[in-house]
């Protein structure tokens, strides 16, 4: 499964997560790859042009968009494609660098988890003040 993180995410967190993510799918035999959206479809790519893509790879994304969510075309494309979705719910004033980390990181084994046993399409949402992920509709 290659997990996506956005482009409104630092690029850096997706070479990171998947260093670290290597010893687990040794361990676990497992083959999780992390990688950038805007390392893998260009930077500025509309999203419209990315889902699909990234559905047809068999993917899954952490972003902090939530309009793909509520935006009709962006969802229905979503389902139509069978694309996974991790919505990382920010402060209005954002969050610092290592926050954001210690965040993702935090939740890695619970999105591993809906990973390994969800058929996508899914949608789930995180904050940093949640203690799990929530489903959404």
Known sequence: MIILIDENLPPQLADGLNILQHQLNVRNQTNHEVKSIKNEFGEGCKDEDWIPEAGKRNSVVIT????????RHQRDLCVQYGLGLFFFNVPKGGLPYWQIVVNLITRWEDILKIIDEEKPPFAYRFSVKSKKLELLD
């Open 64 to 71: 902090r968009d939530f309009r793909i969510q509520r935006i």
